[in-house]
């Protein structure tokens, strides 16, 4: 398997007003922000286009569990299903089932210190 993460492709925090902190980050550092946060679209080295999502959720979201963090990461990958299985081969603890929708694949799984993390294996194109 060749590349395993290809970049960043969210990062998302719990806090105690999303809309407030939204708010915020576009009057002082200009972020296009809307109902989920900020898209930052960029291009690949191939010049393919791709998005990092910025996303503030509620603090008592459920959504990053089974950790207990602050924060959840999401990585872009290039092969969810296989990556998922050389991963749980590893011993890496895999949270959930593969979910898939319009603009891709989501799989979770843990690290060592109990973050959870979002692996996207994306359409790009479905958000343009």
Excluded at 37 to 60: A, I, L, R
Excluded at 65 to 94: A, C, D, H, W
């Amino acid at each position: 398997m060749k590349n395993r993460v290809t970049g960043l492709g969210g990062f998302f925090f719990k806090t105690k007003d999303p809309d407030k902190v939204k708010d915020w980050y576009k009057t002082h550092l200009g972020l296009n922000t809307d109902q989920y946060g900020c898209t930052f679209w960029w291009k690949d080295k191939e010049g393919k286009d791709c998005s990092t999502q910025w996303s503030p959720f509620k603090e008592n979201t459920t959504y990053f569990q089974p950790s207990e963090k602050q924060f959840m990461m999401n990585f872009r990958v290039e092969n969810l299903v296989e990556l998922l299985e050389e991963l749980k081969k590893e011993g890496v603890t895999i949270v959930g089932e593969i979910q898939e929708f319009d603009y891709g694949k989501f799989g979770y799984i843990m690290d060592l210190e109990g973050n959870k993390l979002e692996l996207w294996e994306p359409v790009d194109s479905a958000f343009q």
